[in-house]
């Protein structure tokens, strides 16, 4: 009997920070088991890339763990697994401050490893660094973000952590155009280099459906090259022009309605690496396009479509979508 994989979703516009029981219990309520909590809501990527911050990471140790005391103690009460969480990104600003570059490494990083220890969370998803444009080659680009992974790897053997790397993608002039870590055989090179250094698995990928669709990823290719390696998910869709961070089937190529992710390649690379992880859904942007009133209803929909991809992955025939 296959073993069932978790279905989780991002705590962001579900989990409130002054009331975090009343989101868990949703999630427990629409059939979650597992949840991807949103600790880059604290520290958002838009303000960093205009170069500010705010105090959130001036906390000491001690008072983010007050801080979240709550969202620990209602996760476990409603039975939801914090099974992964999102470092505040990016982690190094591209023509950036100094100052700013090393606060993010210095307090930022280690803190978050801090918080995901403290929710018993096994893995922690970065963003490599968006550097080949300004240095010259992805093999440089690889070297800054290899010195950032260094620099985290021994806290993250120490605490039972594992980093994962995710593949991105970038903006040059008005395109989308591959961003780091979006060749998989060599991820998975890298990621063997570095569990071998430091003889544990201190390293490990996420797979962005979503950012793999923009450019263009064969999917199951990239899955099967990654195989055990591949550790956690970021499940949404979008309409292969924009990172939407949509529900999974919303869009389609044409009007057969061919849908313009790859969700059957998805299944078959998943189901050939006997992946027995959560599936992960990275959709907070949806639950602002619906009513308020609609959450649960919203959340119950996005659960269903993760207990259908379970199924067909658990299955030994995929249904091929017409």
């Known amino acids: 009997m296959p073993k069932k994989l978790g279905i989780g979703v991002q ?3 579900i989990i409130e920070d002054d009331a975090p029981r009343e989101g868990f219990e949703i999630l427990r309520e629409v059939g979650f088991s597992c949840a991807d909590f949103s600790l880059n809501a604290y520290l958002k990527n838009k303000a960093l890339y205009q170069q500010k911050l705010n105090k959130f990471f001036d906390k000491s140790d001690n008072e983010l763990e007050q801080f979240f005391a ?3 103690k209602a996760a476990d009460e409603a039975g939801i697994r914090i099974n ?5 990104y990016p982690n190094y600003v591209p023509n950036g401050k100094k100052e700013l570059n090393d606060y993010l490494r210095n307090v930022v990083a280690p803190k978050s490893m801090r918080i995901c220890d403290f929710f018993g969370c096994k ?26 992974l260094d620099f985290l790897a021994p806290t993250a053997k120490e605490m039972g952590i594992t980093v994962c790397i995710e593949n991105l993608y970038t903006g040059i002039g008005n395109h989308i155009v591959e961003g780091p870590c979006c060749n998989a055989g060599r991820a998975a090179e890298r990621i063997d280099r570095f569990n071998d250094k430091y003889n544990a698995e201190v390293l490990g990928f996420c797979f962005d459906t979503g950012h ?3 450019v263009g990823i064969d999917f199951e290719d990239f899955i099967t090259r990654l195989g055990k390696r591949l550790k956690v998910l970021h499940v949404h869709d979008n309409d292969g022009i924009s990172d939407l961070h949509q529900i999974p089937f919303t869009f389609t190529k044409s009007r057969e309605n061919k849908p313009s992710t790859d969700w059957d390649g998805f299944i078959r690379g998943l189901r050939a690496i006997d992946f027995d992880g959560t599936i992960s859904f990275e959709t907070a942007p949806v639950l602002t396009s619906f009513p308020d009133t ?5 959340l119950s929909f996005i659960q269903k479509i993760g207990e259908y991809l379970s199924e067909e992955i658990a299955s030994t025939t995929c249904h091929e979508q017409k």
């Open 84 to 88: 992964q969480m999102h470092m505040p």
């Open 70 to 72: 709550p969202h620990k």
């Open 294 to 298: 609609m959450k649960k209803d919203v």
């Open 212 to 214: 793999a669709n923009l």
């Open 123 to 148: 893995y922690i998803v970065i963003h490599g660094f968006k550097l080949a444009y300004n240095l010259g080659s992805e093999e440089a680009e690889w070297e800054r973000t290899r010195d950032f």
């Open 11 to 13: 705590t962001q516009n």
